[in-house]
């Protein structure tokens, strides 16, 4: 088909602030019970889908900053389960990250409570499966973490606050998929794209009002274009970073990427539609929702607004000027205005490019020439325990081999040595997520400063699962618990694990 493909990356940015643990921190308790279930999502037929108490889009987290989260997730599937925090710090933390390397996974019929702090943070962010492909039939939520009351927020508190998580779809569940790439072939393209929001499909408001949207892309393989017809968005906050507050006529969001804007209904009294349309690709999937005035008896009409085209330059271009408030607040006080961080001097330059080799006649994805495969083990567990035999360091080249390598941009070309003259030095965002366009480069700066075992990752989520990913072990040689909090005293263990006691 042809079409470009976007490479996602989870990054793991800028863990630079560090304080003291505060014992007045709320605690929010959630159980979380996981169950098949069989639905019309989008034709032609009912299909099997993972369901979080009992609904396809899992509930909301609503946390403020710094909270403490306490989820009970009671796996009722006959599969092993994970959910992953994405974009969550787990600050010291990653026994909680919820993913393969660093959990054991939830046995069917059982449960795990996850403990974690929602440290320094504030903005829209996600959850959903780590496993397989479990995604791909549901299991996902939003988690939205507001600002503590003592810390102003950039912009006026808005008269309402929408969640919306968007995302392509798949007929026939994951086990489908999961067939389909265990047999050696790429993820097939979506059958569809859907808007998920406990609001519904439409979203009242009055007229003269603005009103909060946290959009996120849940999606297992294409961005999309985000945008609100006769309406501008107004970007106030990127995964963390409060950013200048430009407008916009419409957004791409990538996969794994979540985005909150401001919308003042400044319009004729009517209803307008919500569109979101899929982005590089030959076949363009759109779907609606509706922001109705509350007053309005006029139904939306068409024409639905058109997005851009399929040029990547347009993207590119929005990209760059999301760029951070060095006077905003954020989590904290204005961490920003004393942190330079293009005046930190790199201590190593790591090049990761990525590929899709055939290995045994199959499809595989590979970071560096590497395609990596889950251990029954987790790494994290591995480590603790001091089990050998499970990983190896360094193993993962930290450039790419052979000339023919294709490097991951925010410019376009070849990474080289002279690609740093063009980097923003002084005020690029802070996220967790980052797109690569296609033959293109994306440089990140990620200060090493959590100790622990971190997924790196393609958010294309089949890529993911065919071996694009690998493990960053963030650690001191001397253990303290100043720096990493100890396995927890419910962590699950499996493999090689087994038998190792906890403190
Ligand atoms: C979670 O598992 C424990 C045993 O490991 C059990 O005592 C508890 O009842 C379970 N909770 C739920 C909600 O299933
Ligand atoms: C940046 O943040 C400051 C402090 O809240 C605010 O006054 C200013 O309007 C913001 N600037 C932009 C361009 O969004
Ligand atoms: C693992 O080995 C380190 C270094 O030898 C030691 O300090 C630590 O106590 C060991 N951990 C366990 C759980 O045995």
């Not at 499809?363 to 994290?380: C, E, F, H, M, W």
């Not at 990474?415 to 965002?429: C, F, G, I, M, Q």
């Not at 959590?450 to 071996?467: E, F, K, P, T, V």
């Amino acid at each position: 088909m042809g079409r470009a493909v976007l490479l996602s990356f989870l990054a793991i940015l800028a863990f630079w602030s560090v304080s003291v643990a505060r014992a007045e921190d709320a605690y929010k308790y959630y159980t979380f019970t996981v169950t098949y279930g069989t639905m019309w999502v989008l034709g032609p037929e009912d299909q099997q889908v993972i369901l979080i108490n009992g609904q396809l889009l899992g509930p909301t987290i609503e946390a403020v900053t710094n909270d403490n989260i306490i989820v009970n997730v009671v796996n009722k599937l006959d599969e092993p389960f994970l959910l992953t925090w994405n974009g969550i710090k787990q600050r010291k933390n990653s026994w909680q990250d919820g993913v393969l390397g660093t959990n054991c996974p939830i046995p069917p019929n059982s449960n795990y409570t996850y403990k974690f702090q929602t440290k320094d943070q504030i903005g829209s962010y996600t959850y959903f499966p780590s496993t397989r492909m479990h995604r791909a039939a549901g299991g996902f939520g939003a988690l939205n973490i507001y600002a503590r009351s003592v810390i102003p927020v950039p912009y006026p508190k808005p008269a309402g606050d929408f969640t919306l998580l968007i995302g392509d779809w798949y007929h026939g569940g994951h086990q489908r998929l999961q067939k389909i790439l265990d047999s050696g072939k790429p993820l097939p393209f979506p059958d569809g794209f859907l808007l998920h929001s406990h609001d519904g499909p439409t979203f009242t408001g009055d007229q003269g009002k603005t009103y909060m949207l946290r959009i996120s892309n849940i999606g297992l393989f294409t961005s999309f274009n985000f945008r609100i017809q006769g309406h501008k968005l107004k970007v106030v906050e990127v995964e963390g970073s409060h950013v200048l507050q430009n407008m916009y006529d419409s957004l791409d969001v990538h996969v794994g990427q979540s985005v909150t804007v401001l919308v003042t209904l400044d319009q004729p009294v009517r209803d307008y539609y919500i569109v979101a349309s899929t982005r590089f690709t030959d076949l363009v999937y759109a779907n609606t929702a509706v922001v109705h005035y509350s007053n309005s008896e006029i139904p939306v009409s068409a024409p639905a607004p058109d997005g851009p085209t399929t040029e990547v330059d347009w993207s590119i271009n929005q990209a760059r000027s999301f760029r951070w408030n060095l006077t905003a607040n954020a989590a904290r006080p204005n961490p920003q205005g004393s942190f330079h961080y293009g005046k930190i001097k790199p201590s190593r330059t790591i090049v990761l490019a990525n590929s899709a080799p055939i290995i045994k006649k199959k499809q595989r994805y590979a970071v560096n020439g590497v395609s990596y495969i889950n251990s029954d083990t987790p790494l994290k567990l591995a480590d603790y325990f001091n089990i050998s035999g499970v990983f190896s360091l360094n193993s993962i080249p930290s450039a790419p081999s052979g000339s023919g390598a294709k490097l991951a941009t925010f410019g376009s070309g070849q990474w080289t040595e002279a690609s740093r003259k063009t980097y923003n030095l002084v005020d690029a965002l802070t996220r967790h997520t980052t797109q690569v366009y296609p033959k293109s480069w994306t440089a990140i700066l990620v200060s090493l400063d959590n100790q622990g075992m971190w997924n790196i990752r393609s958010a294309i989520w089949g890529r993911q699962y065919l071996g694009q990913q690998f493990y960053l072990r963030v650690y001191n040689p001397t253990p303290s618990l100043a720096n990493e909090y100890n396995i927890p005293s419910n962590a699950l263990v499996c493999g090689k694990a087994v038998g190792h006691r906890h403190p």
